[in-house]
């Protein structure tokens, strides 16, 4: 039986090892929450990475320098969100649109994201004579997460 | 017209119910022409779903807009190639297109083996067309692509709208345009060895019939799975402009995961052809690796994990779920059931041997199999354990993957050189001696060099070890044929190859993967620089110097579009002219990016146009260097080509003989026993 104690230990190291480094770091976690969610999380909801969607408010978008402020809102709920990314921001990212936003809340209350993915809102509507535009998949300007 | 595709769907959904019933009974209760009828009915399928996609593809190409799908999915001005593709550019259309591709290869697997099999085939005949039906049931009655867009009871005119949706502008790419159907061909083939094992299990077939059986087309149904995976990185490099080939997006973990399996198994079932071992864990790879097609299909279908590519939530995840479930759970019971037959005709002698390195390559290819599939599903699993939907980022990715490839790696080149059953410390030192020193010398050079990064050393390390082991087995076994039949080498070497393709075909794909690594190696070592440019401004990366000569609009039916023209320098020198773009497609109001890219051996210039600056003045120019990413490329169409010559047959088969009949003299004495 002495190599297959062998096969055994070394299968373990290999196994181990993997799961070692699975659960290493907690910096890779985000969490998805809505603005409601974000808002009854209380105090766990500073430091954490969250993502958090909701419709970017018609109007609320303001540049200065290199921020870009908006007001993500879901139902009545609002959210304010300062980005300072460096890439620019989608171009499917306007007023209305839906948008995804990454990043830590701060103790103000505003949110800081790194990374912002957004998606026309827009559905598809069958009307004839008058299309809407069409319902289209996220763009993936935002992302630069790669290998 | 969309009454006859209706129609026609509906019919191979009841000629799929007739192919099982008809093939299993037949079988049960021997009646020849009950099986026969059901493998005609395997045809009707086939010419069934061709009519409904031919009327599909029809539509598509003379803009129908009285089809809903047409509607969504096409627009006038989209180029010909595009309203093809279309075909499978959407949910509806996918899923149809899937239910082709398997009522082709049904149609393809009855037809090659009518002759043979006679046992075997009305059990595959059965799963495939139990498979069908499970897809026919999604086209006929979740996501039928028939149906028509309507006003007060009556379906609209075909040309009462004015437009279409259009394609996603990002499919509205050549790559892109194929790249879908190769990874479906890989998607959907799996399910026929998969039938074949599960036929096997049924009639409790001795040996590996369905592995010989199979063994071409799971090789080619790797080939179009891996291609695909190739073509999405290459899409995802020249057409979404982050600059990166792969983001472990669910999506394209979904379509990395039978690719995982498919590797193991391809690996794990030449233990069960040289040593009758692993049957057992070979059923086992195969099911797994079809399932995760099928899981493959639902995730980019489905929209159960967040993802770019998952076009809509919708209903159709419990379908899918439920099929798997009820799937899984037969495999099992077959599995179990017929455990006896399944045994192990040798064991495992020594930790340094051939067979070890199967098991180790298997253990390793599952375990990222595991954990790619784990990260996948976290955001679902974490919401059902703790409530939080937690998603985990490229990061957690790749701290796992990359010490799994790097394992991966250097098993590639030193499984291959193992001895069957032990190997010797004599033979070790020969095969490795050389190559291990010339490896170490070279991680010593490139310290020397000023290059610290821990896992870049290790993967040129073994990449250069990997690949002399493979020139040393071409160059030896090639100088002996030199040497007998006065060949000059290179023509020894070919014809060594075409001797044994199996075996030297095998080292080429392995060449293949060591050039992917040198180009993911490059990646730590990734320059990027964002500016925002007028014309006449200068911005620098690398050692490259950029100067935006010129800022454009121009206007097509299909998009608008910003281009930037960037004179790229070096030491003062000119070297060319860059021009990406940035492009608005009207129909869908997306936006896209034409990057312009500089591709060398050594490194690639990639220029970006993020867009325009807040005042509207300047253009966004993000600017990177790539070291070394072509060898993905490059190593993609060596594992290509090496595919295909395992494909060939081989011309000496003496080879295999020695090696089958030992195998069998074995069998027969455990027989015996």
């Known amino acids: 039986m002495r190599k297959y104690g062998k096969f055994a230990a070394l299968i373990a190291i290999v196994i181990g090892t993997l799961v070692w480094l699975a659960m290493a770091g907690t910096e890779s976690k985000t969490y998805y929450k809505t603005i409601s969610e974000l808002g009854q999380m209380g105090d766990k909801a500073y430091g954490q990475r969250i993502r958090v969607g909701g419709d970017v408010a018609v109007g609320s978008i303001q540049r200065s320098g290199h921020e870009v402020l908006f007001v993500l809102s879901q139902d009545n709920l609002k959210l304010k969100v300062a980005y300072a990314g460096i890439d620019p921001l989608p171009d499917t990212f306007k007023d209305g649109a839906q948008a995804l936003a990454d990043g ?17 809102a827009s559905k598809y509507e069958a009307k004839p004579g008058q299309l809407a535009p069409g319902q289209a998949a996220p763009v993936n300007n935002g992302k630069r997460t790669s290998i | 017209m969309e009454n006859l595709g209706s129609l026609a769907i509906l019919l191979a959904f009841a000629a799929a119910i007739y192919a099982v019933v008809a093939s299993v009974a037949g079988r049960v209760k021997r009646k020849p022409f009950l099986i026969v009828s059901g493998q005609r009915a395997v045809y009707s399928i086939w010419v069934l779903i061709t009519l409904a996609s031919g009327i599909l593809v029809y539509s598509l190409l003379t803009s129908n807009f009285s089809f809903a799908y047409v509607a969504e999915h096409s627009n006038r001005d989209l180029p010909v190639l595009y309203k093809f593709a279309a075909w499978w550019g959407g949910q509806e259309g996918s899923l149809l297109f899937w239910s082709w591709l398997l009522s082709t290869y049904s149609a393809v697997v009855v037809f090659t083996n009518r002759r043979k099999h006679r046992d075997l085939m009305p059990w595959v005949v059965g799963v495939l067309a139990t498979v ?26 075909a040309d009462a709208l004015r437009d279409g949706n259009g394609l996603s502008p990002l499919l509205q790419y050549p790559a892109m345009a194929i790249h879908p159907p190769m990874l479906y061909l890989g998607y959907v083939g799996f399910a026929v060895p998969f039938a074949f094992a599960i036929g096997s299990l049924i009639t409790r077939q001795p040996g590996d019939a369905w592995i010989h059986t199979t063994r071409r087309w799971t090789l080619v149904t790797w080939l179009f799975q891996g291609t695909g995976i190739i073509l999405g990185a290459a899409w995802a490099y020249h057409v979404l402009g982050w600059g990166g080939y792969w983001g472990w997006d669910p999506v394209e973990n979904a379509s990395l995961l039978p690719w995982l399996s498919g590797t193991a198994f391809i690996h794990s079932v030449m233990m069960q052809e040289k040593k009758g071992m692993m049957k057992v864990w070979n059923i086992v790879l195969v099911s797994a690796t079809f399932f995760l097609c099928i899981l493959g299909t639902f995730l980019t279908r489905s929209g159960v994990v967040q993802s770019v590519h998952a076009f809509a939530r919708s209903e159709i995840g419990k379908y899918f779920v439920s099929f798997l479930v009820l799937a899984i759970a037969g ?7 017929r455990l006896d037959y399944l045994k192990s005709e040798s064991q495992l002698e020594s930790v340094i041997s051939r067979e070890s390195s199967f098991l180790f390559n298997n253990l390793i ?16 699993i974490s919401a059902l354990t703790t409530g939080d939907q937690i998603s985990l980022d490229a990061e957690w990715y790749n701290r796992l993957m990359v010490p799994i490839g790097l394992f991966l790696l250097f098993l590639t080149g030193v499984g291959p050189l193992f001895a069957w059953r032990r190997t010797s410390t004599e033979s070790l030192r020969r095969n490795f001696q050389w190559p ?3 490896s170490v010398v070279l991680v010593g050079a490139l310290i020397a060099a000023g290059i610290r990064n821990f896992y870049a050393l290790i993967s040129f390390g073994f990449c250069l070890f990997v690949a002399l082991t493979v020139i040393v087995e071409f160059y030896k076994g090639g100088r002996s044929i030199a040497a007998k039949n006065n060949f000059n080498l290179l023509h020894a070497m070919v014809e060594l190859t075409h001797r044994n393709t199996r075996r030297y075909g095998g080292y080429l794909v392995h060449m293949g993967i060591v050039l992917m690594f040198i180009g993911f190696t490059g990646h730590a070592f990734n320059q990027n620089e964002v500016k925002e440019l007028n014309i006449g401004d200068t911005m620098r990366i690398g050692s490259y110097e950029l100067k935006m000569t010129n800022l454009e609009e121009g206007d097509t039916p299909n998009y608008s579009s910003h281009t930037a023209t960037m004179a ?16 608005f497609y009207k129909a869908s109001r997306q936006g896209t990016s034409e990057v312009g890219i500089r591709q060398r051996p050594n490194q690639d210039l990639y220029l970006n146009f993020g867009g325009m600056s807040d005042d509207n003045q300047r253009a966004v120019i993000q600017a990177y260097v790539f070291p070394l990413v072509s060898w993905i490329w490059i190593g993609g169409l060596v594992l290509i080509g090496g595919t295909l010559v395992c494909l060939v047959p081989s011309k000496v088969k ?3 003989a020695r090696t089958e009949v030992v195998g069998i003299t074995k069998k027969h004495a455990i027989v015996q026993k």
Not at chain 2, 365 to 380: N, R
Not at chain 2, 568 to 583: A, F, H, M, Q, S
Request: charged share 15%.
């Open chain 2, 331 to 337: 495999t099992i019971y077959l599995i179990l059931d």
């Open chain 2, 132 to 157: 069908q039906t499970f897809f026919l049931i999604l086209n006929n009655f979740i996501a039928n692509p028939f149906q028509m867009l309507a006003q007060e009871g009556r379906v609209l005119a």
């Open chain 2, 654 to 656: 003496m080879q295999y």
């Open chain 2, 436 to 438: 291990g020193i010339a």
């Open chain 2, 568 to 583: 790229v320098y070096k030491n003062g020198e000119y070297l060319t002219t860059l021009r990406p773009e940035k492009r």
């Open chain 2, 365 to 380: 290819l599952l375990a990222s199999c595991f954990a790619v599939l784990w990260g996948t599903l976290f955001p679902v």
């Open chain 1, 104 to 120: 830590r809340l701060d103790r103000n209350g505003v949110f800081h994201a790194t990374k912002i993915q957004a998606k026309c």
